[in-house]
């Protein structure tokens, strides 16, 4: 139990810091290598280690990445991200738009794919408008972050968190979509208000030499195709039972066989670490599990009246561990203690919500935060942690205020 419990605590070490310290490990490298010592010394078996790693999320994630990877080489994110840039309105209307485009595409195709194919051409659009980019990345972020919350596609955390309770794509939608939606005007105030006369760019960027990114060439056809079969996929999600990987597959099928993208140039946008992250997680949390020391920490939880199965305390257990660990970590601890929840909806609510709404305080609580800082970074124009908390964090403790009265009313 000794070396499980150190392998775990040093995997989540990682979660949190982005690295293993003292060591060029990431998150990914920590789980993976975290995985194998508990393999190598039969802390946990082969088959157990099998048997730990949910499929069907897997399998969902693969065919939603590969799916969302057609709508990038297609060149629709570039295309969009520069329409959105051109547009001939005020900053307020640009930034209201954005967040609009943000927040919808997020729910639809998974959000970290959607800010990392957009947030490179929306640093050129700003910067050669002459406008201060920070509050525009900031509020795409944001937006991504909320508007993902709201339907089993729009995170992995989701998918997690629906797998384990057994959630339709209809269900959860019905009691994520709105609190999600409303989030995205309270960004719209939020950033608004902070950024009020601060539009314009009041220096070059840090960086000198930070060139506008070159227009990725667009295909009608690819998008056209792309976008029946995401239409096709949500049809399903909602009118049929058929499970939700065997569509997401389904739909990667379709578009990797095709006569004018390669295969290989799709499936290299596909984030394989992540997926070989969630592998590495599934079995050292099952290897903790055999050891019953979670179920001693959900009785002390329970002693402070958190309770997992509470959709008030799961949204507040959510808001914190989420920051400490990541999103994905999170939902992953929990996910084996939810099974069986009187109420399956609204404690998925608890968690898509507190994770997607709570992510938004710190740099370091999603991968979309560190995406935009860092693409940002490497065009010249840098969002500190001072910077992204100043706004961020107000936009997370509102929207939370709105999931606990929405958590209320849903009781």
């Known amino acids: 139990m000794d070396v499980t419990l150190a392998v775990f605590v040093l995997v989540y070490v990682a979660m949190g810091v982005g690295h293993l310290p003292g060591f060029k490990l990431d998150r990914t490298g920590a789980a993976a290598v975290g995985a194998m010592v508990l393999l190598a010394l039969g802390y946990i078996s082969p088959q157990a280690a099998w048997n730990a790693i949910d499929y069907r999320t897997i399998g969902l994630l693969f065919g939603l990445m590969v799916v969302s990877s057609a709508f990038v080489v297609s060149g629709f994110y570039d295309k969009v991200a520069r329409w959105v840039g051109e547009l001939e309105v005020s900053p307020p209307r640009l930034l209201a738009i954005l967040i609009a485009v943000g927040g919808g595409l997020s729910a639809i195709l998974t959000n970290d794919v959607v800010v990392v194919a957009m947030t490179p051409v929306l640093v050129s659009i700003t ?16 937006a991504a972050n909320v508007g993902s919350a709201a339907t089993i596609i729009g995170s992995p955390q989701n998918m997690i968190a629906a797998e384990a309770l057994g959630l339709s794509f209809n269900g959860f939608m019905k009691v994520s979509a709105l609190p999600a939606l409303l989030g995205l005007p309270v960004i719209w105030a939020t950033v608004a208000l902070l950024y009020r006369g601060k539009w314009l760019r009041a220096a070059p960027p840090a960086r000198a030499g930070a060139v506008v990114e070159a227009p990725m060439a667009f295909d009608r056809v690819e998008t056209f195709k ?4 995401t239409l096709i996929m949500v049809g399903a999600f909602v009118f049929s039972s058929w499970p939700h990987m065997l569509i997401a597959l389904g739909g990667a099928a379709v578009l990797l066989v095709n006569r004018g993208i390669s295969s290989k140039n799709m499936l290299n946008r596909v984030d394989g670490d992540l997926l070989l992250l969630l592998i590495g997680l599934f079995i050292v949390n099952q290897a903790v599990a055999a050891t019953h020391l979670p179920e001693h920490l959900l009785t002390a939880l329970s002693g402070v009246g958190l309770h997992l199965t509470d959709p008030l305390s799961m949204l507040a257990v959510m808001s914190v561990l989420s920051n400490v660990v990541g999103n994905n970590p999170a939902v992953m601890l929990v996910a084996p203690f939810i099974h069986g929840a009187a109420d399956p909806e609204a404690l998925g609510a608890a968690i898509a919500l507190g994770t997607g709404f709570s992510s938004n305080m710190v740099i370091f609580g999603s991968l979309a935060g560190i995406i935009v800082a860092e693409q940002g970074q490497a065009q010249g124009v840098t969002i500190g942690f001072m910077e992204f908390m100043r706004a961020g964090l107000p936009v997370a403790l509102l929207c939370l205020a709105l999931a606990v009265g929405w958590i209320v009313y849903l009781g």
């Not at 408008?129 to 795409?140: Q, S, T, Y």
């Open 226 to 229: 792309a976008a029946v079969v």
């Open 127 to 142: 910067l050669t408008r002459g406008l201060n980019p920070v509050p525009f990345l900031l509020a795409f972020c944001f």
